[in-house]
């Protein structure tokens, strides 16, 4: 597989959908579950080893309009990237892990500072064991440092679009039921730093394990729970969350599944008095419409409950006396949200197409607390020939503060990539678009961008066991 298509495509194949509630709830990728038709291992990837890849590039950048709060300069900055991902599969269970590192240097930081030297090393490490015909039990391990954040919903931070992280992501390990089933975590989609819109240092970790029991041929129930937390820097809030639930699967058909689950999730901040609790119950089907098509719904609710310290407006008279409008007070706020997802997934030969959207409650990004989340992807990858590949990557997401800081966020990004076989495992690259991002009222900053580069990604495993 050309790197092209490795930058485009597995950064994007799936919606960040364990994020937030509005996908199975608290924080980590979407599970491959227990296949009830399946009398084998009920494992999805077939991969005998691991394969390592490197990356230079060199970006331009050119902000559009005057950005708030910035410097409305050019840009130019270098990344070195690279890694090793992959997965192996025996007869009764599955491992798959993979590593991210890159550098790159910018003469201008979205945090205000100049000249700064942004790293990224992040590294996922999953196992998934057969215990009989009925159990199944799985443990899951994300977690990193990166400047800006990590995945596909972080503006400017590390993450498989082509150009913003320079270089590929971990790729993702999306698949299986849809009743919560805990399996593998996909790090682009981490829920924890992958809605980040400024580029101070994040470190993050995010762990889960999950029991599935097979109760009949077509159905199956299962528990699952986790633990993460995020530290930012820039004076930028922590957040330690913790989550678990429930759900059960039933196979209607081959290519047809019907599932709910049910989560809960504790969201706490570090330094500040409080914290958030939220509930969601969702009910989806999944089903293959043809060997190439796949379409995923879910629907449901989430309900959402806050403690924290907030101000009050004082009695005229008081307020006089006093000399000041407002006070401060311990203050409870529930809310209700409609939690959704769809995902439509198209594979072919030589091509690749994914659309997605997903509605629900997610931990913030340390600009907003406990916040209602939409996010938007669009994704496509081509390969043409045996040279040249293509892929298309595009992004929307929108944080909207429901506790204490009542703002909102937002960030976009498209971008296309361009690869060329030059000889053997070496490609040149070529990629460019657009990234925006905006705070309500403080700043937002926009800018276009485009870059060349090399990379080295072997067709065949290197390491094998």
């Given at each position: 597989?050309?790197?092209?298509?490795?930058?485009?495509?597995?950064?994007?194949?799936?919606?960040?959908?364990?994020?937030?509630?509005?996908?199975?709830?608290?924080?980590?990728?979407?599970?491959?579950?227990l296949q009830q038709g399946d009398t084998g291992t009920g494992f999805q990837s077939q991969n005998v080893g691991f394969f390592p890849w490197l990356s230079v590039n060199?970006?331009?950048?050119?902000?559009?309009?005057?950005?708030?709060?910035?410097?409305?300069?050019?840009?130019?900055?270098?990344?070195?990237?690279?890694?090793?991902?992959?997965?192996?599969?025996?007869?009764?269970?599955?491992?798959?892990?993979?590593?991210?590192?890159?550098?790159?240097?910018?003469?201008?930081?979205?945090?205000?500072?100049?000249?700064?030297?942004?790293?990224?090393?992040?590294?996922?490490?999953?196992?998934?064991?057969?215990?009989?015909?009925?159990?199944?039990?799985?443990?899951?391990?994300?977690?990193?440092?990166?400047?800006?954040?990590?995945?596909?919903?972080?503006?400017?931070?590390?993450?498989?679009?082509?150009?913003?992280?320079?270089?590929?992501?971990?790729?993702?390990?999306?698949?299986?039921?849809?009743?919560?089933?805990?399996?593998?975590?996909?790090?682009?989609?981490?829920?924890?730093?992958?809605?980040?819109?400024?580029?101070?240092?994040?470190?993050?970790?995010?762990?889960?394990?999950?029991?599935?029991?097979?109760?009949?041929?077509?159905?199956?129930?299962?528990?699952?729970?986790?633990?993460?937390?995020?530290?930012?820097?820039?004076?930028?809030?922590?957040?330690?969350?913790?989550?678990?639930?429930?759900?059960?699967?039933?196979?209607?058909?081959?290519?047809?599944?019907?599932?709910?689950?049910?989560?809960?999730?504790?969201?706490?901040?570090?330094?500040?008095?409080?914290?958030?609790?939220?509930?969601?119950?969702?009910?989806?089907?999944?089903?293959?419409?043809?060997?190439?098509?796949?379409?995923?719904?879910?629907?449901?609710?989430?309900?959402?409950?806050?403690?924290?310290?907030?101000?009050?407006?004082?009695?005229?008279?008081?307020?006089?006396?006093?000399?000041?409008?407002?006070?401060?007070?311990?203050?409870?706020?529930?809310?209700?949200?409609?939690?959704?997802?769809?995902?439509?997934?198209?594979?072919?030969?030589?091509?690749?197409?994914?659309?997605?959207?997903?509605?629900?409650?997610?931990?913030?990004?340390?600009?907003?607390?406990?916040?209602?989340?939409?996010?938007?992807?669009?994704?496509?990858?081509?390969?043409?020939?045996?040279?040249?590949?293509?892929?298309?990557?595009?992004?929307?997401?929108?944080?909207?503060?429901?506790?204490?800081?009542?703002?909102?966020?937002?960030?976009?990004?498209?971008?296309?990539?361009?690869?060329?076989?030059?000889?053997?495992?070496?490609?040149?690259?070529?990629?460019?678009?657009?990234?925006?991002?905006?705070?309500?009222?403080?700043?937002?900053?926009r800018e276009l961008y485009a870059g060349f580069g090399l990379t080295w990604h072997p067709g065949d495993a290197v390491f094998t066991f």
């Amino acid at each position: 597989m050309k790197l092209a298509m490795l930058l485009g495509i597995l950064a994007i194949s799936s919606l960040p959908v364990g994020a937030q509630s509005g996908g199975v709830g608290g924080f980590g990728g979407e599970p491959i579950g227990l296949q009830q038709g399946d009398t084998g291992t009920g494992f999805q990837s077939q991969n005998v080893g691991f394969f390592p890849w490197l990356s230079v590039n060199g970006i331009y950048s050119h902000p559009l309009g005057t950005s708030i709060g910035l410097a409305n300069s050019d840009r130019m900055g270098g990344t070195f990237s690279g890694g090793v991902g992959g997965s192996k599969a025996w007869q009764t269970s599955e491992v798959q892990a993979g590593y991210v590192g890159s550098g790159s240097y910018n003469n201008q930081s979205l945090s205000g500072a100049a000249r700064r030297w942004r790293q990224t090393h992040v590294g996922n490490v999953g196992y998934v064991k057969q215990l009989t015909q009925q159990w199944q039990v799985s443990l899951s391990q994300v977690g990193g440092l990166s400047d800006g954040g990590y995945g596909i919903g972080s503006a400017f931070g590390a993450s498989g679009v082509p150009g913003l992280g320079g270089g590929a992501g971990l790729g993702s390990f999306l698949g299986g039921d849809i009743s919560g089933n805990g399996g593998f975590q996909d790090p682009n989609q981490n829920g924890l730093v992958d809605a980040e819109i400024l580029d101070t240092r994040t470190k993050f970790s995010s762990s889960r394990a999950s029991l599935a029991y097979r109760l009949t041929e077509r159905l199956s129930a299962n528990g699952t729970g986790g633990a993460g937390f995020a530290r930012r820097g820039n004076g930028l809030s922590g957040v330690n969350a913790y989550t678990g639930g429930g759900g059960l699967n039933y196979q209607i058909t081959q290519n047809t599944q019907i599932g709910g689950n049910y989560m809960h999730s504790n969201v706490d901040y570090v330094g500040l008095f409080g914290g958030s609790r939220y509930d969601t119950v969702q009910a989806g089907f999944q089903t293959k419409l043809t060997q190439q098509l796949q379409i995923t719904a879910q629907g449901g609710a989430a309900r959402l409950n806050s403690t924290f310290v907030g101000p009050v407006a004082l009695p005229p008279d008081l307020a006089a006396l006093l000399g000041v409008g407002s006070t401060l007070e311990v203050q409870r706020v529930s809310t209700n949200a409609v939690a959704v997802r769809v995902l439509l997934s198209y594979n072919a030969r030589n091509s690749h197409f994914n659309a997605g959207y997903n509605r629900g409650v997610a931990p913030g990004n340390g600009v907003v607390f406990t916040s209602l989340r939409d996010s938007v992807v669009l994704g496509y990858g081509w390969k043409v020939g045996q040279k040249l590949g293509l892929s298309f990557t595009a992004s929307y997401n929108r944080l909207s503060g429901r506790v204490g800081i009542m703002k909102v966020t937002q960030s976009a990004q498209g971008g296309t990539a361009l690869s060329y076989k030059l000889f053997s495992s070496v490609s040149a690259t070529a990629q460019g678009g657009y990234r925006y991002t905006t705070i309500t009222g403080v700043r937002q900053f926009r800018e276009l961008y485009a870059g060349f580069g090399l990379t080295w990604h072997p067709g065949d495993a290197v390491f094998t066991f």
